[in-house]
Every structure is written in C-alpha cells, then in structure tokens.
Antibody, heavy 122, light 107 residues
Framework: QVQLQESGPGLVKPSQTLSLTCTVS??????????WSWIRQPPGKGLEWIGY???????YYNPSLKSRVTISVDTSKNQFSLKLSSVTAADTAVYYC??????????????WGQGTTVTVSS | DIQMTQSPSTLSASVGDRVTITCRAS??????LAWYQQKPGKAPKLLIY???SLESGVPSRFSGSGSGTEFTLTISSLQPDDFATYYC?????????FGQGTKVEIK
C-alpha cells in the first residue's frame, strides 16, 4: 500500500525559499503509472492545488503560483520535491503531497500524505 | 481558471438525516469531478471520483451525481463519523481547482 510522507522545515523567513520533500513508500515513482501533486491549505481555509510532476520530470503548475514554484523528482530516492520562492505570510499553510491515480492530468488524487505545517515568519 | 462554488458553506444536520451538498462549475467539466472528506487536522480523503464512482472502501451511503456544471454529493443517512468538511474538485483542466468547502455540523 502506497504511503506518502512530507518533510521539511516548519518555519521559513519571509522572502526566502520554502523547500519540502515527499517520500513515497510501498510503490515506485518510476513506474510511470501516476502523477504526483502538491496541494496546500492555509489555516482555516480551503485547498489550493500547487502543481504536479511525472517521473520523467514533466510538470504543470498552478498559473497563479507558477512564477515562484518548482517541482522536481528524484527517482533514485523515490521522492519528489517542492520549492516555493519569495515566500510571504500568505504562504503559511499545511502542505500536502498526493498521488494522482491516473497519469495524464485528468485524475483524482487517491493517496495523500498527512501534511506538514509551514509557517512564514521572521 | 474554472471556478467551483459549493453550497451551502455550512450545514447543520442530525444523525440519520439525508444530506445533499451542491457543487457548481463555472464552465462544463464533463464528469471530471471528485469529492473529498476532511476532518480537523487530517488530510482529505477521496470519496467519489468521476462525479459518481464510489471510491473503494467508502460506505455506500455516500453517492455522487451530475455532469457538466452541476453536481451533488448525497449522504443518505448521516452517521456520527460523517461530521466533517467536504470539498469538490474539478480535474477537467490541468489547473485543478477546489470548491470552498461545506462543513457538516451536528444540529
């Protein structure tokens, strides 16, 4: 059974870069059967999809965040990562990684990590 | 982007009630819609995909319907474990978007 686990700093200073990693266990990112997504949820608010990546490295980002977002994959470690640059307090959120059940973009997200809280503050 | 609007934002109901949540898309999304349940401090859980397909392991009291721009999530008989927030999400376009959520509270 596939499991996802987010990791990374819980506190980031304004204007710096937020970096998170999602480790996949129980399955291989390299199988090519899935896309891998990042989603975030500000405190007390709804969900916002950030972007996804395929094992080949192809990505698609939320256009509202595209200028600041980079998602990458490390198949040797079975991990994918999120970098969000020039963060502000508005980027404070719980960040989730998730699996798209189908490759190709038209897919629901069927497996989620537990989420990690990132606070942007000096 | 495709805007998703859920109604109501909050719903007060009792155990055993039939509950319906509506999600409207700003343009047609065919049947590319999912419903998720989220409890406080937990990750969302997939309930329904492709508008009406029940995810494996999800109780049959949950059902989804609709296509195009209007969708509903129905809980046929509300159980204590169902008090949570529910989100719809479209995946008709590469830019996925969620509804703002519907909180189901105890009446």
């Amino acid at each position: 059974q596939v499991q996802l686990q987010e990791s990374g700093p819980g506190l980031v200073k304004p204007s710096q870069t937020l970096s998170l990693t999602c480790t996949v266990s129980g399955g291989s990112i390299s199988s090519g059967d899935y896309y891998w997504s990042w989603i975030r949820q500000p405190p007390g608010k709804g969900l916002e999809w950030i972007g996804y990546i395929y094992y080949s490295g192809s990505t698609y980002y939320n256009p509202s965040l595209k200028s600041r977002v980079t998602i990458s994959v490390d198949t040797s470690k079975n991990q994918f990562s999120l970098k969000l640059s020039s963060v502000t307090a508005a980027d404070t959120a719980v960040y989730y990684c998730a699996r798209d059940r189908q490759p190709g973009g038209y897919s629901e997200m069927d497996v989620w990590g537990q989420g990690t809280t990132v606070t942007v503050s000096s | 982007d495709i805007q998703m609007t859920q109604s109501p934002s909050t719903l007060s109901a009792s155990v055993g009630d039939r509950v319906t949540i509506t999600c409207r898309a700003s343009q047609s999304i065919s049947s590319w819609l999912a419903w998720y349940q989220q409890k406080p401090g937990k990750a969302p859980k997939l309930l329904i995909y492709k508008a009406s397909s029940l995810e494996s392991g999800v109780p049959s009291r949950f059902s989804g319907s609709g296509s195009g721009t209007e969708f509903t999530l129905t809980i046929s008989s509300l159980q204590p474990d169902d008090f949570a927030t529910y989100y719809c999400q479209q995946y008709n376009s590469y830019w996925r978007t969620f509804g703002q959520g519907t909180k189901v509270e105890i009446k």
